[in-house]
Antibody
Framework: QVQLQQWGAGLLKPSETLSLTCAVYGGSFSGYYWSWIRQPPGKGLEWIGE???????TYDPSLKSRVTISVDTSKKQFSLKLTSVTAADTAVYYC?????????????????WGQGTMVTVSS | QSALTQPRSVSGSPGQSVTISCTGT?????????VSWYQQHPGKAPKLIIYDVSDRPSGVPDRFSGSKSGNTASLTISGLQAEDEADYCC??????????FGTGTKVTVL
């Protein structure tokens, strides 16, 4: 059974860099797309970006200038860095896997999620 | 890209049906048949319940169904049960390998 385990700093000051890592256990890393998604307190989900196991990435246009998602296939891990954080970046951050079956991967269908990491930005 | 618009809340009695709308634009919901729906209980990670507008992953009850007309997608929960009380959020492909989520809807079972 595939599980995602994520970790990273939970309290940041404005202008610092958010850094989170997500590890894949119990399943394949190759052939899948891996995303970061966040949820501000009391609000809806926001897609941040996605990386393929090969390292190709796509980002939400509004965050693109501050986001980097990278992958370490040898460790079956992928990471998120978000620079110059502000209070608006306070949220629960989730890592997630895009659902793939029968050789097809389905757009926007995230079937496995990490446990979430609350990140608070405060001076 | 702007968040997809969902009603803030809907409610129904056990056994009834409720429908949640998810309104976007021709650049997202209306342009692609790639709408997914998520159920989220308090303090938990979201759970995928619908993908590609109307397909259900294995294990999701057929009480959950999805549809789309124009720029609006819908999730219907039939035979509402107490455990269906949760937040529901839609997601659509928005072109250029990006996605946009909805504003979220709280379903209350009366």
């Amino acid at each position: 059974q595939v599980q995602l385990q994520q970790w990273g700093a939970g309290l940041l000051k404005p202008s610092e860099t958010l850094s989170l890592t997500c590890a894949v256990y119990g399943g394949s890393f190759s052939g899948y797309y891996w995303s970061w998604i966040r949820q501000p307190p009391g609000k809806g989900l926001e897609w941040i970006g996605e990386i393929y196991h090969s390292g190709s990435t796509t980002y939400d246009p509004s965050l693109k200038s501050r986001v980097t998602i990278s992958v370490d296939t040898s460790k079956k891990q992928f990471s998120l860095k978000l620079t110059s954080v502000t209070a608006a970046d306070t949220a629960v951050y989730y890592c997630a896997r895009r659902y793939c079956s029968g050789g097809s991967c389905y757009w926007g269908a995230f079937d496995i999620w990490g446990q979430g990491t609350m990140v608070t930005v405060s001076s | 890209q702007s968040a997809l618009t969902q009603p803030r809340s809907v409610s129904g009695s056990p056994g009834q049906s409720v429908t949640i709308s998810c309104t976007g634009t021709s650049s997202d919901v209306g342009g692609y048949n790639y709408v997914s729906w998520y159920q989220q209980h308090p303090g938990k990670a979201p759970k995928l319940i619908i993908y590609d507008v109307s397909d259900r992953p294995s294990g999701v009850p057929d009480r959950f169904s999805g549809s789309k007309s124009g720029n609006t997608a819908s999730l219907t929960i039939s035979g509402l049960q107490a455990e269906d009380e949760a937040d529901y959020c839609c997601c659509s492909y928005a072109g250029s390998y990006t996605y946009v989520f909805g504003t979220g809807t709280k379903v209350t079972v009366l």
